[in-house]
């Protein structure tokens, strides 16, 4: 028995590069460092873009597999039905962005915030030591800081 392993390497020139990605069922969305944000089919053609910016661009995907939102340049953009509805101003870019029920999460160093789909925070926890990962699952939001917090919408 002889294994294969095939390898594709592509080279692009410095700029622009592949900044982002998340995947949904059959596609994925491609954030580039030049803001533009992408949505490629399985065969990578590409079937939708976005110009948001000129720095890079970071897809958030909903459960269905749409674009649920996007940030780019301190912009959090929002999606709905594939175009953009409303955006919010941050000061820095998060280390991750995703989603809980309609709402987003939003991490950086120690502070993790949730917010509503004018950027409007609901809630904002600081922990004593860095966040390392946050996940969600349903109505629940976990967050990893030293130790692990759980968190559950009730409204």
């Not at 622009?16 to 944000?37: I, M, N, Q, W």
């Not at 890079?56 to 459960?63: E, I």
């Not at 999460?105 to 993790?112: H, S």
Request: proline share 3%; charged share 20%; with cysteine.
């Amino acid at each position: 028995d002889k294994s294969t392993l095939v390898v594709t390497i592509t080279m692009a020139g410095f700029s622009p590069t592949v900044a982002h990605l998340a995947s949904a069922a059959g596609r994925v969305f491609v954030g580039t460092s030049d803001g533009k944000l992408f949505e490629m089919d399985a065969s990578g053609r590409v079937q939708g873009m976005h110009a948001l910016g000129e720095g890079w661009a970071r897809p958030v995907v909903n459960s269905d597999g749409s674009l649920a939102a996007a940030w780019c340049d301190g912009l959090l953009f929002y999606l709905e039905h594939n175009e953009l509805r409303s955006f919010a101003e941050f000061e820095e870019p998060p280390t991750d962005i995703g989603l809980l029920g309609k709402d987003l999460f939003i991490w950086k160093r120690n502070r993790l915030e949730v917010v509503d789909r004018s950027g409007h925070p609901l809630w904002v926890a600081e922990f004593s030591k860095a966040i390392t990962n946050v996940a969600t699952d349903g109505d629940r939001l976990f967050c990893a800081a030293g130790v692990l917090t759980a968190f559950e919408r009730t409204a």
